[in-house]
């Protein structure tokens, strides 16, 4: 049996960047650029689309220096934006803004090839969301624990849905971001495989054949990272808060966890079909904590919030030893507060004003970050908001 994984945490966030007056997404981000990478290096990134920036934190030991270091970058990154007139917004979908005005960055291969080959299918992946990587160094542990961790994606998806409106219309979904990403090949729930030489060979046949230019091209939900030894999980909208965030990260950690714990004394759980999951990766990205999802064992719905808490229950043994009970247990208050796009619909329902929402997502975005400027630097004078 391989030694006891590190579950190192790494937290990787794409914001939307916001004109305050208009609410629409702002382009032509070069000064935010060139002043972040300053401090932030090469974890401050552009994305195909000119109004997103990712920023991703350093290898995490443990869920409280992932905290520091979210709430350090979230809130140098929404100081920089304030400083240049701009805003952050954290929220899997912009509620108005059009894709086909947005720009596409320019001067990045592979967002170039990307654009070749996908055509409007790219242009129009206009998206926000969260990646957490836990460290998982045997490549054989990886792909046991990610068969069996597929199982639980919907559930934690349910829980981050963040993305109600898409080009001015409210969608009927709680997440379609995933609608939206659905257009893209190799998305969704990965299938099983056998061993890292079997994961291997597939990524293999994939580059030899030009399909991709290398693992990264394959945007699973869950996926062993070609490059990190890391576990990425990759199925959520990017949550409002930054609370919310850790949460989900803590989350992903003690699954990872529990599995590995599992499979040590040689127990596991089971690798239910990629077709059933996606029956409940559906029903998540539709109706959030609100739906029912379908247990397998039991061959019967229930409700999300029930299962929920069954996963709480699941990962219970193992948050104490991770030092991360505190963290999970925001898992509760996301429970009570509803997610993110409840929250939005809630606001939209009482103002009828999209703007309005993107004023709420701004001001949850900000939640808990420490916004004084920067010693010496003069914001500039913004408009009133009309």
Not at 265 to 270: A, D, S
Not at 329 to 351: C, F, H, K, P, S
Not at 380 to 385: K, L, N, S, W, Y
Request: charged share 30%; net charge negative.
């Amino acid at each position: 049996m391989a030694a006891r994984p590190s579950f190192t945490i790494g937290i990787e966030e794409e914001f939307q960047v916001i004109d305050p007056v208009t609410r629409e997404l702002r382009s032509h981000l070069a000064e935010i650029f060139e002043q972040g990478k300053a401090i932030l290096k090469d974890r401050l990134k552009p994305e195909l689309h000119q109004p997103v920036v990712e920023i991703g934190t350093e290898i995490c030991p443990d869920i409280r220096a992932a905290r520091r270091d979210v709430t350090s970058t979230r809130s140098y990154l929404a100081r920089l934006a304030r400083d240049n007139g701009l805003r952050i917004a954290a929220a899997g979908t912009h509620p108005f803004s059009h894709w086909a005005t947005v720009e596409i960055t320019g001067g990045n291969p592979r967002y170039e090839r990307l654009v070749e080959e996908l055509q409007m299918v790219a242009r129009a992946n206009l998206i926000f969301g969260l990646h957490v990587h836990i460290g998982v160094e045997d490549r054989e542990s990886q792909i046991r624990i990610m068969n069996q961790a597929r199982y639980f994606l919907p559930h934690v998806l349910a829980l981050t849905v963040n993305s109600p409106f898409w080009l001015g219309r409210e969608t009927g979904w709680m997440s379609y971001r995933c609608k939206v990403f659905d257009k893209f090949p190799r998305t969704n729930i990965p299938d099983t495989f056998t061993s890292w030489g079997d994961f291997q060979e597939f990524v293999n046949l994939l580059v030899k054949t030009r399909c991709i230019i290398d693992g990264r091209q394959i945007w699973w939900d869950v996926r062993p990272h070609v490059l990190y030894p890391t576990l990425e999980y990759r199925i959520c909208d990017i949550p409002m808060r930054l609370d919310e965030t850790i949460a989900i990260a803590a989350l992903f950690q003690a699954i990872t966890a529990k599995l590995w714990k599992l499979g040590s004394g040689n127990l596991t759980f089971r690798p239910y079909r990629r077709s059933l999951i996606m029956e409940n990766k559906w029903r998540a990205a539709r109706w959030g904590l609100g739906g029912r999802l379908i247990d397998f064992g039991k061959e019967e719905e229930v409700e999300v919030k029930s299962l929920v808490g069954e996963l709480l229950e699941f990962v219970d043994d193992e948050v104490d030893e991770l030092g991360s009970r505190h963290e999970v247990d925001y898992v509760n208050r996301i429970l009570e507060r509803g997610t993110g796009a409840e929250r939005q619909l809630r606001v939209y329902r009482e103002t009828k004003d999209l703007k309005a929402v993107m004023d709420f997502v701004v001001e949850e975005t900000e939640h808990g970050l420490d916004l004084a400027p920067a010693a010496g630097v003069a914001r500039r004078p913004q408009e009133a908001r009309p």
